[in-house]
């Protein structure tokens, strides 16, 4: 439990402006005021700090023991971390808060150690037992997520025959792991108007039957994002504010105080808008449009691109999405799979899920009007056709664009050094060592699949970069995150390209300052330094004095976001309903 007191203080000491620094006389109390050895500032100008005093929204001050307990007033909160560790709020470099909202209630079809689910039976099981324990009548849809076919006995993706043993009264359907893939039922095949006559839509696959036109329930890429877009967006509306409180504590339990909707439609921003209309957002919610189908021709202006919150809400770009995943074995590859999807030739490099002129022409002008670009780019194909897209954007300009390279899972060396001369930021999926380690080494084979996010190629340039979950397909655990960076162990056990390991400050760099520049922030986060929001994490431990192995035991204790408690394990601690 953290010791926390209220200490009164028989001295006329204040806080100066927001922003003083330690040594300066102040002219009003803190209201929170840290003390302790473990402190991780992620500031390298002041890495050895001591205390940090936080007065409304900022940090007002970061220095010794001595300093900081000039800033103690009569009703200042004063927090003894001992042997606790006090890190920057982690920003979300890339998940999907809008998902998160809408999967959170979903079936957990997840394979262990998020969910239960290790074959197809448990799949059906599992969703037999939500039919009966809420009733749900026939012709409503029933959803699951997080199923995942390198990790299930069979191999295989559950098919529509698979998914009739469930019900063919109800309409069923199950979002991959990856968001790139759906598996339907008879019925649900039927309901969104799919048959042996309908065509494969550019940038998606309708698998089919063996020898056979008809559909085998199994939808990859575009037509996958059809049915989701249709389903999920039912009774979304009436639901709206309690799925985003709910989605909102559940990143700030995991200490994230920047979170990001990484596709964001233009009504899911009005939904945020309308809500902190009334008050502001707990965390600051960061939305980047997906602009795949955007025409050429439409007004850049829709997009509402801002450059600051509106009581926790801006929309900070846009977001492209060029090509698949590795662990759905769609992400766009130069050379051919090791071994691809079922039925696959042997040529199988997958292919792009936007047609490459447009998204020249569509990155142009987001980058001409000065509006951030995030582009989804797993396989190498797709990271050359971002790299084109921008380079032949800025031509021999080199304004500050930080366009972001999301996942960049299989970047080759010869990528990160134009990426480094053109100034683009690196965002890797740094989880999927540890979640798909195994099976890359099995698409991949082994050299391609030790570099899946080549962290350390990155460091040692000197390049900015940052990591990320991409929420719900893994949950938003930044220690976990932090763990599989410095380890890079799969869930067998072995280790994933040791060569590519980080530290854990460089790990840490990747959720904090280095997220922060990503958005553009760096000024206002990602450091724990006077004048900067007062966006904190207390952990149980110094993750940098514990078993690399053990970083993701670390639990979060408390998170504040911008000087207020919204996640408390400490029951002395505000509730986040309560702020």
């Known amino acids: 439990m953290l010791v926390t007191r209220f200490v009164p203080t028989c001295l006329a000491l204040w806080l100066l402006a927001c922003g003083s620094s330690p040594g300066e006389s102040p002219s009003a109390p803190a209201d929170l005021v840290f003390f302790g050895e473990h402190i991780l500032t992620v500031d390298p100008s002041n890495p050895d700090a001591r ?45 999907h808060l809008a998902l998160v909202m809408r999967t959170l209630d979903l079936v957990n079809l997840a394979p262990p150690p998020v969910g239960p689910v290790e074959r197809i039976d448990d799949i059906v099981t599992a969703l037999e037992e939500r039919i009966s324990e809420r009733d749900v009548p026939a012709g409503e849809w029933l959803f699951g997520f997080g199923y995942d076919d390198s990790l299930l006995a069979e191999r295989r993706h559950p098919t529509r025959d698979d998914l009739d043993r469930v019900s063919t009264r109800h309409p069923v359907g199950l979002m991959h792991i990856s968001g790139h893939l759906v598996a339907l039922n008879s019925a649900a095949l039927a309901e969104v108007g799919l048959t042996s006559e309908s065509p494969d839509p550019a940038g998606g696959v309708i698998r089919r039957r063996a020898g056979t036109r008809e559909p085998n329930g199994v939808l990859e890429e575009t037509a996958a994002l059809a049915v989701l ?33 990484g596709a ?41 691109h801002s450059r600051e919150y509106e009581n926790g809400v801006r929309v900070a770009g846009v977001k ?57 780019a797993n396989g190498d194909a797709a990271i050359d056709l971002m790299i084109e897209g921008v380079a032949e954007a800025l031509g021999d300009e080199r304004p500050d664009h930080r366009s972001v390279t999301i996942h960049a899972q299989l970047t080759r060396e010869d990528q990160l050094d134009a990426m480094q001369q053109l100034g683009i930021v690196p965002s890797f999926f740094a989880a999927h060592p540890f979640f798909w380690g195994d099976w890359h080494r099995l698409s991949f084979g082994d050299a391609r699949a030790s570099r899946i996010s080549p962290l350390r190629s990155t460091i040692d340039r000197g390049m900015p970069y940052t990591i990320h979950n991409d929420a719900p397909v893994v949950p938003p655990d930044v220690m976990q995150l932090l763990e599989i960076a410095v380890t890079r162990t799969t869930r067998s056990g072995s280790v994933l390209g040791s060569q590519q390991r980080a530290s854990v400050e ?70 986040p309903a309560a702020r």
């Not at 010794?64 to 971390?81: C, D, F, H, I, P």
């Not at 009774?235 to 979170?259: D, K, M, N």
């Not at 899911?268 to 009334?278: K, N």
Request: charged residues 20%.
């Open 51 to 95: 205390g940090v005093a936080v007065r409304g929204n900022d940090i007002v001050a970061v220095g010794s023991r001595e300093e900081v307990r000039a800033y103690v007033g009569a009703n200042t909160r004063v927090v003894e971390l001992e042997e606790r560790a006090l890190t920057p709020g982690f920003i979300d470099a890339h998940g």
């Open 229 to 261: 877009a249709t389903v999920m967006g039912q009774g979304a509306a009436e639901a709206f504010p309690a799925e985003l409180q709910r989605a909102l504590a559940y990143h700030a339990s995991y200490g994230i105080t920047t979170v990001q909707d």
């Open 264 to 304: 964001s439609a233009v009504e899911f921003v009005g939904g945020l808008r309308a809500i902190a209309t009334h008050a502001p957002l707990p965390l600051d919610v960061a939305a980047f449009v997906h602009v795949n189908a955007m025409p050429l021709d439409a007004p850049i202006e829709a997009i509402g």
């Open 320 to 376: 492209f999405t060029l090509d698949g995943s590795p662990q759905g074995r769609t992400a766009w590859l130069t050379e051919p799979y090791i071994e691809g999807p079922p039925g696959a030739p042997a040529d199988y490099v997958a292919y792009p899920s936007i047609d490459p002129a447009h998204y020249k022409a569509q990155v142009a002008r987001m980058l001409r009007a000065g509006i951030p670009v995030l582009a989804h």
């Open 506 to 575: 460089e790990a840490l760099y990747g959720v904090t300052l280095g997220a922060a520049y990503a958005y553009f922030e760096e000024g206002r986060k990602g450091s724990i330094s006077p004048g900067k929001q007062a966006d904190l994490v207390v952990l149980a431990r110094d993750p940098r004095e514990v078993a690399a192995d053990e970083i993701g035991e670390i639990d979060v204790l408390e998170t504040f976001a911008r000087g207020h408690s919204v996640f408390a394990r400490d029951a002395e601690a505000a509730s």
